[in-house]
């Protein structure tokens, strides 16, 4: 399974993007979602979404962010609005599942915020 992401870039503050993540390959079931990295920092859970679409959010993007799939399409996706400098990170989409044991990763896509 491979996840593609896209949709990053070089944004000001309070500009908008739109990450999209597309699976290839079966995600039977998966809880999917987005973390980020900024530099010196450790990864963090942005955002996930399970198959049914029960969301959880990490406060410092609770009303700005919001998350949705595609379920026919195997695909993720994060919407950012109201960007902020702090937001600045490489993105990275995930794919598990604890029940049938899998956890994939794409490679990350840059998302910069200017002040």
């Known amino acids: 399974v491979q996840l593609q992401a896209s949709g990053g870039g070089l944004v000001q503050a309070g500009g908008s993007l739109r990450l999209s993540c597309a699976a290839s390959?079966?995600?039977?079931?998966?809880?999917m979602g987005w973390y980020r990295q900024a530099s010196g920092k450790q990864r963090e859970l942005v955002a996930d979404i399970t198959r049914g679409g029960s969301t959880t959010y990490a406060d410092s993007v609770k009303g700005r962010f919001t998350i949705s799939r595609d379920n026919a399409k195997n695909t993720v996706y994060l919407q950012m609005n109201s960007l902020k400098p702090e937001d600045t990170a490489v993105y990275y989409c995930n794919a598990r599942s604890v029940i049938y044991q899998y956890d994939y990763w794409g490679r990350g896509t840059q998302v910069t915020v200017s002040s």
């Open positions: 390959g079966s995600i039977f079931r998966a809880t």
